[in-house]
């Protein structure tokens, strides 16, 4: 198991200079049995990027629509975070100095499972 951050994922869906490098690691950690986590804000992050991409001209609009789909059939297990999960999350923010905890329910499920970012 993996948990998969939106950053990593956002040139699975949408062409650029890292996309050819990030699926050819996806499909290498597919070739090995990895499966894939993140907690449900993964999808919230995943469609604010495409959107940002279309608002600032990177992509058009039916390329944006396109991708939208993308997610939505990606094999990725999305992970409800609790109380105790959401106090993790905040843990780690305070640990790193973070303003803001997005990316620390990444890390409390990295923790919670076990597993690699």
């Not at 950053?7 to 949408?14: A, G, R």
């Not at 699926?23 to 919230?44: D, M």
């Not at 997610?71 to 305070?94: G, V």
């Not at 990316?103 to 499972?113: N, P």
Request: hydrophobic share 45%; glycine share 4%; with cysteine.
């Amino acid at each position: 198991m993996l948990v998969l951050d939106a950053s990593f994922s956002i040139p699975l869906f949408v062409s650029d200079s890292r996309s050819q490098q990030a699926r050819a690691t996806l499909v290498a950690l597919r070739g090995e049995g990895e499966t894939f986590l993140a907690p449900t804000l993964w999808i919230y992050e995943v469609i604010s990027s495409f959107q940002k991409l279309r608002h600032f001209g990177k992509i058009d609009t039916p390329d944006a629509e396109f991708a939208m789909e993308a997610p939505a059939n990606f094999e990725i297990q999305l992970i409800q975070p609790d109380l105790q999960f959401s106090r993790r999350a905040m843990a780690w923010s305070q640990q790193l100095r973070r303003a803001s905890a997005y990316d620390s329910f990444y890390l409390a499920l990295v923790e919670e499972r076990g597993c690699d970012l």
